[in-house]
């Protein structure tokens, strides 16, 4: 079992779906709350439509995305408190239950977890694929 990550910050659509197909990624886990964007080609309706052309599934679940005072945590840089608040957020029953569905997903088929920041090390997804990692012992590559 795979399982990746990755993060479109200074990427184009097109070098995303590259990366997602070199890889082998069958599906992808959008793990952000709001699944917008300013950048063209990653708000959820056109992503998804463009993966699905590409031959990828898409699956947003909401319930693993960070809450806002995570997100603007994280975008100061102070990736400590964006981790003890999104660990508060993982003991919800609705991130309890999207961290089960991601986990069957990721189990099913290679998936890679998606979201914006480019570097996994001050990401959530990051905390999420350990927590997959921990439950099923699968690798996990940050593309």
Do not use: N
Not at 74 to 80: P, S, V
Not at 87 to 99: K, R
């Amino acid at each position: 079992m795979r399982l990746a990550t990755i993060g479109y910050e200074s990427a184009t659509l097109a070098e995303v779906i590259a990366k997602l197909r070199a890889a082998g990624v069958a599906v992808v886990i959008d793990v952000r709350a709001v699944a917008a964007s300013r950048r063209a080609g990653f708000s959820k309706t056109m992503l998804r439509a463009s993966l699905e052309e590409a031959g990828i599934g898409y699956e947003h679940l909401r319930g693993l995305g960070t809450p806002k005072p995570g997100r603007e945590a994280a975008r100061k840089g102070r990736i400590d408190e964006m981790e003890e608040i999104f660990a508060a957020h993982m003991a919800t029953p609705e991130a309890q239950d999207a961290l089960a569905l991601a986990t069957q997903i990721a189990s099913e088929r290679p998936a890679a977890l998606l979201c914006y920041e480019a570097c996994a090390a001050g990401c959530h997804r990051r905390i999420v694929a350990g927590l997959i990692r921990d439950a099923t012992g699968c690798d996990v590559t940050d593309l």
